[in-house]
């Protein structure tokens, strides 16, 4: 496996995200939590090196 290019651009909260094909995908980052567009998920930084992350897998009733 070859060096992968990634970068990101901070508008705000607003994160967008590109490799070497161009734009791959945007975030939304306020405090502690986060929304990924490309995973669909939510995710919450918590104390030290610790996150936690949504199961998308599970469905809702």
């Known amino acids: 496996m070859g060096l992968m290019f990634r970068k990101r651009k901070k508008i705000g909260p607003l994160i967008l995200n590109f490799t ?3 734009f791959s995908s945007w975030s939304f980052k ?3 939590w986060s929304w990924n567009s490309r ?3 939510h995710r919450v930084d918590l104390p030290g090196p610790l996150s936690w992350k949504q199961d998308k897998n599970k469905s809702r009733a």
């Open 20 to 22: 070497e094909n161009g």
């Open 30 to 32: 306020v405090g502690p």
């Open 39 to 41: 995973a669909k998920a």
